[in-house]
């Protein structure tokens, strides 16, 4: 797929400050009503592919990403899950930005990227895994060019932008060959971008010229902290402090973050930088399922966002423009039954680990302290019958 602008030398006319209901220069291509409009650098842009075909695509997508979400709060709720970190009203936002990468591009995700790890391959089931608290990720990251979710807020931005500098020494940026210029995605909330992980990756990204997009989900609430508290201008207008350019999109809009993470991921496949990009949306749901979300905001901000249902406006899109029928969404919503099926029967059958297991890929050669702890907790265990 081509990428949706082309960058002059004055990257700032297109990644830069003019951007606050996100703000009359929040970047959008289809309204909360469903209609799609024009925008001066972005457009949605997906080569050949025939256009509605894709946005089916996302439709489906974002459809199948909440039924995710939804039947694993529902796990939770029955015991089955430890804790969960929902998304709702989040889909898009992760959609877009999924659907934009090639497969040689690299994603660091936090712990909430489910609609993500969807477009990259990942099983849901794996996710649940997590949660339940019988594996630390069961997926391959380098199967799927998506690492392990993290759950140290902020960390993984660093761990994006050294990988983003490993790219470089490799020689798989800037190149102009489509298929072996890379680019890497580190994904955070609102709440992390006040860590001085985030703050530091910016610096060595800005610095190395880094070939990483910084992909802020700015849900307005950091746990029960509002954006207003953490923060005096926009959130993608840092980026300028630290030298390379921000851009704010609807994250509510899958269009939209689809084309403005396709544009800066090219910027960064082409030796050009890092980039900024907050997508403003809002989480309807709570933080995690331990949360309650109604101790510290209204129900009418709550509300005022349903009236933005990233799903809901893409529907309206396909309705209204005869791109697709009701037996195209009866058949997506047969396709989410089954994969929540897959998943309450899937998430109870996963196997406990072995208590030993604990001590394996702990470090990359076993020393002598840890093997000394694996034999006595081995014989600790021997004591019990069966326990092995």
């Not at 020494?169 to 072996?180: M, W």
């Not at 201008?233 to 689809?258: E, S, W």
């Amino acid at each position: 797929m081509t990428h949706a602008a082309e960058f002059g030398p004055d990257l700032v006319e297109v990644f830069g400050p003019s951007q606050a209901d996100g703000g009359p220069e929040l970047v959008q291509l289809l309204t909360p009503e469903g209609e799609r409009v024009e925008h001066p650098d972005f457009r949605f842009d997906v080569g050949d592919a025939d256009e509605a075909e894709v946005i089916r695509g996302l439709y489906r997508d974002m459809v199948l990403t909440r039924r995710i979400d939804t039947e694993a709060t529902a796990l939770q709720r029955h015991g089955e899950l430890g804790i969960w970190a929902q998304l709702l009203g989040q889909e898009a936002a992760q959609i877009g930005a999924g659907r934009a990468l090639r497969p040689q591009d690299f994603v660091f995700p936090t712990y909430r990227e489910h609609g993500v790890a969807w477009c990259r391959g990942v099983d849901p089931l794996d996710l649940l895994g997590l949660f339940r608290g019988v594996d630390h990720g069961a997926w391959d990251p380098a199967d799927h060019g998506f690492g392990l979710y993290t759950i140290v807020i902020g960390a993984q931005a660093l761990h994006a932008t050294g990988y983003a500098m490993g790219l470089q020494r490799e020689g798989a940026v800037g190149t102009g060959d489509p298929e072996r210029d890379a680019a890497v995605v580190a994904h955070f909330g609102d709440g992390a971008s006040s860590q001085g992980d985030v703050n530091e990756a910016f610096i060595f990204a800005a610095s190395y010229n880094a070939p990483v997009v910084f992909f802020c989900q700015n849900n307005q609430w950091a746990i029960s902290e509002p954006i207003e508290r953490q923060t005096r201008i926009p959130l993608y207008q840092r980026a300028l402090g630290f030298g390379f350019p921000g851009i704010r999109v609807d994250g509510n809009d899958v269009l939209a973050t689809y084309a403005v993470t396709q544009a800066a991921l090219q910027r960064a496949r082409d030796g050009q930088g890092p980039t900024l990009v907050e997508a403003y949306t809002y989480r309807m749901g709570a933080h995690t399922t331990t949360d309650d979300p109604t101790r510290y905001r209204l129900s009418d901000d709550v509300e005022h966002w349903k009236l933005k249902d990233p799903i809901e406006r893409v529907r309206v899109y396909l309705t209204r423009g005869g791109h697709a029928d009701e037996a195209f969404f009866d058949a997506v919503k047969a396709e989410a039954d089954e994969l929540g099926k897959h998943l309450r029967e899937g998430c109870g059958a996963l196997p406990d680990p072995a208590p030993l297991s604990m001590f394996d890929h702990v470090y990359a050669e076993e020393p002598e302290e840890l093997r000394a702890q694996r034999e006595g907790f081995a014989a600790y265990l021997e004591t019990f019958e069966g326990s092995r």
